[in-house]
């Protein structure tokens, strides 16, 4: 079963601390999708409020974050990023439900089982 962690932030209000910590998260979604048994490591940007982030983290099983903890560059990443925030993170662990057996039978669209990244998923829309 799929662990999942959901993580919102929000800014301090400065465009300075912003884009800081827009920065780190991009830097920290490639060194954390590297980790055993990482899934994913999604960040994600408000579209209507530049101040509020989400970080979806996608584990093979909830024992899988501990490859991710005991990555050396989570010792770097709290103390970076909490002195940008106006508000503590807001952090919520979840199982992902198992949807094999139902006709959603995925959690992706039939175009994007190759590339989960999605990134090519409409590049034909019109």
């Known amino acids: 079963m799929v662990y999942t ?16 910590l827009k920065d780190k ?6 060194v954390y999708s590297k980790d055993k048994e990482t899934l994913s490591w999604f ?4 579209v209507n409020d530049a101040r509020k982030f989400t970080i ?17 560059y989570w010792k770097t990443f709290d103390p970076y990023v909490n002195p940008l925030l106006d508000e503590p993170m807001d952090l919520r ?7 094999t057996g ?16 999605v990134g090519t998923m409409f590049e034909d829309a019109v």
């Open 5 to 20: 962690i959901v993580v919102h932030l929000y800014a301090n209000d400065s465009k300075d601390d912003i884009q800081k």
């Open 25 to 30: 998260l991009l830097e920290a979604s490639q």
């Open 43 to 46: 960040v994600m940007q408000d």
């Open 56 to 72: 979806v983290e996608r584990y093979l099983k909830e024992s899988s974050q501990t490859y991710h903890l005991n990555n050396p």
């Open 93 to 99: 662990r979840f199982n992902e439900l198992d949807t």
């Open 102 to 117: 139902t006709t959603a039978a995925a959690h992706y669209h039939e175009d994007a089982r190759a590339d989960t990244s």
